[in-house]
């Protein structure tokens, strides 16, 4: 079946310091999936930050990116200098095209040291 | 734009007793989803409908869960019969087909 994991589930790091979450996914039944990212900032509901639909491409919002790597089947969200606001929880979900029904990974609490 | 509404926000219940979601989804959107989101794990889709019509229903226990969204706009999704096991935040999310899906605030149901 299609998967995708975040192998932490929380992830703590320092104020202005650099951040990578890792997200890889596993497909047989979609020829070309498109990957998202989703944001749960707390007392809100989930909205999605970034997606990318060819393989190859970087897609970016909020100071946040992640490349989509056909070769290692990942898609990691890194961003350099992480901010206090930054803290929530981060989905990454694998969908096809206009089926558009969602994959998710388990979510990585993003945790915010001043 | 007014986003997705969901009520009640919080629901707490005993074993066998029911419980109805509901959901307003954005203006114009024809697509709805129904997503249970257990702790600690992603959101998994329960069912989702294009307009009235249930497009995917498979992952719903249907011997105790059911759905309807019978105007096209607004959807309810109802347990009849709570277990344990059924704790969980409740999501709906609403979109165009194809595009990006909205989520609402959620429902966390605690069966005890």
């Known amino acids: 079946g299609d998967s995708v994991t975040q192998t932490e589930g929380q992830v703590t790091v320092s104020e202005s310091k650099s951040l990578i979450i890792n997200c890889t996914y596993s497909t047989t039944s979609i020829a070309y999936p498109n990957l998202f990212w989703y944001v749960r900032y707390p007392g809100e509901g989930l909205q999605l930050l970034l997606k990318?639909?060819?393989a190859g491409q970087k897609g970016s919002s909020r100071g946040f990116e992640a490349t989509y790597n056909k070769e290692t089947t990942s898609f990691h969200l890194q961003k350099a200098s992480v901010q206090e606001s930054d803290s929530a929880v981060y989905y990454c979900?694998?969908?096809?095209?206009?089926?558009?029904?969602?994959?998710w990974g388990s979510g990585t609490k993003l945790i915010i040291k001043p | 734009e007014a986003g997705v509404t969901q009520s009640p926000r919080y629901a707490v219940l005993q074993e066998g007793q029911a419980v109805s979601f509901w959901c307003d989804p954005i203006?114009?959107?024809?697509?709805l989803y129904w997503y249970q989101q257990p702790r600690d794990q992603g959101p998994q889709l329960l069912v989702y409908?294009?307009?009235?019509?249930?497009?995917?229903n498979s992952q719903l226990p249907s011997d105790r869960f059911s759905a309807v969204r019978p105007k096209g706009t607004n959807s309810t999704l109802k347990i009849q019969s709570a277990k344990q096991g059924d704790t969980a935040t409740y999501l709906c999310?609403?979109?165009?087909?194809?595009?990006?899906?909205?989520f609402g605030p959620g429902t966390r149901l605690t069966v005890l």
């Open positions: 990318v639909i060819t």
């Open positions: 203006s114009g959107h024809d697509t």
């Open positions: 979900a694998l969908g096809e095209g206009s089926n558009y029904q969602l994959i």
């Open positions: 999310a609403s979109s165009f087909p194809g595009y990006e899906q909205y």
């Open positions: 409908f294009r307009d009235e019509a249930v497009i995917d």
